[in-house]
């Protein structure tokens, strides 16, 4: 079998192991079962909020392409539209992968060969930065409930304030590595995948200050763009909390989410399970949560790894399977 067919029959599957999780993990939640959504959809003003999070859900992945494009100018200049097929295509692979990492393979399908390993580092960056705003984030709102809510609080003022020394620590450690690649450059060789890749990593090193402030920028919006879905969402379901209590408790919820490794069989789970324990600190309605939560993994993750699913389609039938 040649390797063409091989590559062809690896992106069949790709779409099928896609398919099949959103299918199963949709199907499989009880709650959606005997939730009727579609009297619930048409209740008077619903339909307005649903359509203004399908819009925040392209404008999130929208920003993620401008993102992604903006890393990988220097490495080669792709068209907008082009980058925003890498991002949905990134989320097809990603969907069945740990952590999503198959994101990152998705979207250097889209770069030239030989430019996939500085793919790689550009992507990573990206993460990166994603991670040190949902850090920044995650402290914001534990800060804010120390402040706030120290009457909901049931563990010793000691060890509170040690997990908030440390939690800026970490954020100081990130921040300072973000802006001095070059400097952490022999670290990075001590990576497996990274050791013969000084090249790259100097030349990625070279990202001005101005420009990776511009993709913390950029993060920080898409993290906007989420966290007001997720409010909406949470508003639409009766979730009685004001906007400090949803700051609190949200944050928390992708802090902790982003910081538990997980595969992405059981996310949705631990998704929902966070959501439960931190919003519902705040409220009692612990199905209007849980739908929430279910909700937005649909939104975000579900819809456009289908969309994603046409551009790989697309490139399998021109026959430009998903390269090496």
């Known amino acids: 079998m040649n390797r063409k067919i091989l590559k062809i029959l690896f992106s069949i599957t790709v779409l099928i192991l896609s398919y099949g999780f959103i299918t199963y993990k949709i199907t499989h939640f009880n709650e959606l079962k005997s939730f009727d959504i579609e009297p619930f959809i048409y209740k008077t003003g619903n339909l307005y909020y649903f359509s203004i999070i399908i819009l925040l859900m392209f404008m999130n992945w929208n920003v993620e392409a401008l993102k992604w494009q903006k890393l990988v100018r220097k490495i080669q200049d792709i068209p907008y539209l082009k980058a925003l097929k890498a991002v949905f295509a990134g989320i097809t692979f990603g969907i069945f992968t740990p952590n999503r990492i198959g994101e990152i393979g998705g979207r250097i399908y889209f770069l030239d060969k030989g430019k996939r390993t500085y793919g790689v580092l550009a992507t990573s960056i990206g993460s990166y930065a994603q991670f040190i705003v949902t850090i920044a984030m995650g402290i914001l709102g534990f800060t804010l409930f120390l402040l706030l809510y120290p009457e909901l609080i049931h563990i010793h003022s000691f060890f509170n304030q040690l997990t908030a020394i440390l939690l800026f620590l970490l954020l100081g450690i990130l921040v300072w590595s973000f802006y001095n690649i070059k400097r952490i450059k022999p ?42 879905q997720y409010y909406i969402l949470l508003k639409l379901f009766e979730v009685d909390i004001n906007l400090t209590q949803a700051i609190v408790s949200i944050t928390l919820t992708y ?31 612990t199905l209007g949560i849980v739908l929430a939560s279910i909700f937005i993994w649909i939104v975000n993750i579900a819809i456009p790894a289908v969309l994603g699913s046409f551009f790989i389609l697309k490139n399998i039938k021109t026959n430009k399977p998903i390269p090496n």
């Open 187 to 228: 670290v990075l060789l001590k990576l497996p995948y990274l050791k013969n890749k000084s090249g790259q990593i100097e030349y990625l090193s070279y990202e001005s200050t101005k420009s990776l402030s511009f993709i913390i920028l950029l993060s920080a919006l898409r993290y906007i763009v989420f966290f007001t």
């Open 255 to 285: 802090l902790f989410l982003t910081l538990i490794p997980t595969t992405t069989l059981v996310e949705l789970g631990i998704r929902g399970s966070l959501a439960i324990f931190f919003i519902g600190i705040f409220s009692e309605n």
